[in-house]
């Protein structure tokens, strides 16, 4: 049920004239959603639009090296300033996320004005709360989809070094540095922005080699201390309590890629992390080939994603959890 919807040409249409544009992406945001944000954002001022970028919540600092970051508003810490942004803009932009439950409050507000919603996402199952969308759930990430736009406009040459670099993360960040989720057009839309002066060595040193010592030892804690493996189900589990939080003063950003250090363990085909946050367990699942993490975490953790990286959230204990994971897995996972 994954139907591509392309509506590029409106889209552009809708864009003809400057406007006063509110861009939006999800909580808890990646270098795919803050990469395309970003990119959107300064292709539309060359174009004359007001343009203002919200989250939901903070980004990780990682991409604080990012052109254009600063501009960014948080919802969080800014609400009544989001609120009047969204107010006075005629379109809201969503990237890089397809329901508005992944913005949390910041969806009822938007939901609540009658702007026109314009949504470039590349998660399956998108819920209909635009007018206009470019969905396409076959795309490495949101930045693809952003190069694509403005190439299907022949505006290419309107790609500046702040826009490449922002697109090239959200690629790097999304296929885990083309490890997964590439299609043709991927390598296509890297060696484009390679050839227009994007230095990929300099983006992946940045993004990758930007662990602090407090994070190394975090992740040396999940492998000897809290994975466990599931041998016939090829699944390995890590979890997180409070006191692992309180001990490592974890923060945001700092369990980023754990989860798929799971999968480097050979013939591993199911990775789950999953992680006691003050209100809610919050579980980042992945896996190869044709299993399907998103139907688990739709089915069971309100979740969803893509097939092979998904994430989701529920309540009561880390025990609780891991039990109710060990009862479902047979019904996603064939047995060895
Ligand atoms: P991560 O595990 O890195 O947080 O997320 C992996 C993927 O799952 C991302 O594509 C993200 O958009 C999606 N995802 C993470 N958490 C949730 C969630 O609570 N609900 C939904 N629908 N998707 C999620
Ligand atoms: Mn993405």
Do not use: W
């Not at 990012?66 to 960014?72: R, V």
């Not at 697109?167 to 989720?181: E, V």
């Amino acid at each position: 049920m994954n139907v591509i919807v392309n509506d590029t040409i409106e889209i552009a249409e809708l864009l003809q004239l400057p406007k006063e544009v509110a861009i939006v992406s999800h909580r808890n945001p990646d270098g795919d959603a803050i990469g395309s944000s970003i990119a959107m954002a300064a292709f539309l001022r060359k174009h004359n639009h007001t343009v203002h970028i919200i989250l939901p919540s903070e980004y990780p600092d990682i991409f604080g090296f990012l052109k254009g970051i600063d501009d960014i508003i948080i919802f969080d810490t800014e609400p009544e300033k989001s609120k009047e942004i969204i107010d006075k803009s005629s379109v809201v932009i969503c990237l890089d996320f397809n329901s508005l439950e992944r913005i949390d409050k910041l969806g009822r507000l938007i939901d609540d004005t009658d702007v026109q919603i314009v949504m470039i996402d590349h998660h399956i199952e998108p819920e209909p709360f635009y007018a206009l969308a470019i969905s396409r759930a076959d795309v490495s990430s949101t930045c693809e989809l952003v190069f694509n736009y403005i190439k299907d406009l022949d505006k290419v040459n309107m790609i500046d070094l702040e826009i490449g670099e922002a697109i090239m993360t959200g690629i790097l960040t999304d296929t885990g540095s083309f490890r997964h989720n590439t299609n043709k057009g991927t390598y296509y839309v890297a060696g484009d922005l390679k050839a227009r002066g994007v230095d990929d060595y300099y983006l992946q040193d940045k993004i990758f080699n930007s662990m602090n010592e407090k994070q190394l030892r975090l992740l040396g804690h999940c492998l000897v201390n809290r994975m466990e493996i599931i041998e016939e189900y090829r699944t390995g589990i890590i979890a997180l309590n409070q006191k692992d939080y309180e001990e490592f003063d974890i923060k945001r950003g700092d369990t980023e890629g754990i989860v798929n250090y799971i999968l480097m363990l050979k013939q591993m085909d199911v990775a789950i992390f999953v992680r006691q946050q003050p209100k809610i367990i919050k579980l980042s699942l992945r896996s190869k080939g044709d299993i399907s993490v998103q139907a688990m975490a739709r089915d069971h953790f309100g979740g969803g994603g893509h097939k092979n990286a998904s994430g989701g959230y529920t309540y009561g204990s880390i025990g609780k959890v891991i039990r109710k994971i060990k009862e479902v897995l047979p019904d996603y996972v064939p047995k060895k």
